[in-house]
């Protein structure tokens, strides 16, 4: 199972990076891809129009979903933020350590278009498409 991060779907909604879309678009194919509440919650804020959200909603809500957080990836996000900070490396948003976190803690690989995943990936154990 691949999670997509909402940079990669901010990507495929809007046709934008095309190595990103081609990801998406494959593991969409393939169904394998779920979605996170944390990812719902920031894609679905950032679309405006009616129909549109609409439609994303649709999408979305018809794959595999995941509650991504309770206190016990809270803790760890918050152990991992800590690990990642001694080790000089600053993620820029909570929520991508905890997506991260989540998606590593699960076995779940990930699809974005966020260098904070990158940086964050070798010293979790997160698995990047």
Same mark, same amino acid.
């Given at each position: 199972?691949?999670?997509?991060?909402?940079?990669?779907?901010?990507?495929?909604?809007?046709?934008?990076?095309?190595?990103?879309?081609?990801?998406?678009?494959?593991?969409?194919?393939?169904?394998?891809?779920?979605?996170?509440?944390?990812?719902?919650?920031?894609?679905?804020?950032?679309?405006?129009?009616?129909?549109?959200?609409?439609?994303?909603?649709?999408?979305?809500?018809?794959?595999? @979903?995941?509650?991504?957080?309770?206190?016990?990836?809270?803790? @760890?996000?918050?152990?991992?933020?800590?690990?990642? @900070?001694?080790?000089?490396?600053?993620?820029?948003?909570?929520?991508?350590?905890?997506?991260?976190?989540?998606?590593?803690?699960?076995?779940?690989?990930?699809?974005?278009?966020? @260098?904070?995943?990158?940086?964050?990936?070798?010293?979790?154990?997160?698995?990047?498409?």
């Amino acid at each position: 199972m691949v999670m997509v991060d909402t940079s990669a779907w901010v990507e495929y909604f809007r046709m934008g990076e095309p190595a990103v879309v081609q990801k998406v678009d494959h593991y969409l194919d393939v169904d394998l891809v779920g979605i996170g509440d944390l990812v719902y919650c920031e894609v679905m804020q950032g679309i405006y129009a009616t129909q549109r959200r609409q439609d994303v909603s649709a999408l979305l809500l018809a794959l595999p @979903r995941f509650e991504m957080v309770g206190f016990a990836i809270a803790e @760890r996000s918050a152990a991992n933020y800590r690990l990642l @900070r001694s080790r000089g490396v600053t993620i820029r948003k909570t929520i991508d350590v905890l997506i991260g976190t989540f998606c590593a803690e699960n076995g779940l690989e990930i699809i974005h278009h966020d @260098r904070d995943f990158d940086l964050m990936a070798p010293h979790i154990g997160l698995r990047v498409v």
